[in-house]
């Protein structure tokens, strides 16, 4: 029970201003040399009794990022950019490889392996959330 309060306490101060939704595991791959863009993920619960949905990430480390997901056209696996990402109450999305993810264009500075990169993430309920994002190494094929 203590365990529980202790819980519902952090879970709260954390998430302020967006106490709907929990991110975990963000991170930002770093970019490609000779890249300007990259690609990020995390993973998304709604731990409340609404829908919601994620509108628009910015980044003070990027000019601009995009929400994409991978789709299948004409046989050929493209990245399409989507206008929300909507999580049903109780229940996780994961941006992940080959699946749903961020697009972030134009670094405003080198990243860094091992860096954070603060993300902004702005909710359907009209609430913004802070994150930080661990940069990580793009994995070998
Ligand atoms: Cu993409």
């Not at 930002?28 to 990430?57: C, D, E, M």
């Not at 941006?95 to 500075?109: A, D, N």
Request: with cysteine; net charge neutral; hydrophobic share 40%.
């Amino acid at each position: 029970m203590r365990q529980f309060i202790l819980f519902v306490l952090s879970c709260c101060t954390l998430n302020v201003l967006a106490a709907q939704t929990e991110i975990s595991n963000a991170t930002v791959r770093q970019p490609l040399p000779g890249k300007t863009l990259s690609a990020g993920y995390f993973s998304i619960r709604n731990t409340g009794t609404n829908p919601i949905a994620l509108l628009a990430v910015t980044s003070p480390q990027f000019d601009s990022v995009e929400l994409h997901a991978h789709q299948m056209t004409d046989g050929m696996m493209q990245m399409v950019e989507v206008d929300k990402i909507a999580v049903a109450p109780g229940q996780s999305v994961h941006l992940q490889p080959g699946g749903l993810h961020l697009m972030l264009f134009g670094p405003t500075q080198p990243i860094q392996l091992g860096q954070q990169v603060p993300l902004q993430l702005r909710w359907s309920d009209g609430t913004m959330q802070s994150v930080s994002a661990n940069v990580t190494r793009i994995p070998k094929q």
